[in-house]
């Protein structure tokens, strides 16, 4: 029996520590991923709240 939500609630990405950016100037840094998929987390999180708050069924 599956007990997993339908409609997981989106998980943040794992912020890097200092020691993960060599510092090197790479294009794109570890920072800059991390900034990006913090945006995608952030869109993906507003609209899984709006889906919520829509309730079952509610599109």
């Known amino acids: ?3 997993a939500p339908a409609d997981p609630r989106p998980e943040p ?3 890097p ?3 993960d950016c060599c ?3 790479c294009s794109p840094c ?3 991923l991390y900034e990006e998929a913090l945006a995608r987390y952030e869109a993906a ?3 899984w709240l709006a ?3 829509a ?3 509610g599109d």
């Open 13 to 15: 990405p794992r912020q």
């Open 30 to 32: 570890v920072f800059d």
């Open 51 to 53: 889906r919520q708050e």
């Open 45 to 47: 999180l507003a609209a």
């Open 17 to 19: 520590a200092l020691e």
């Open 1 to 3: 029996m599956d007990t």
């Open 23 to 25: 510092r090197s100037g």
């Open 55 to 57: 309730g079952p069924g």
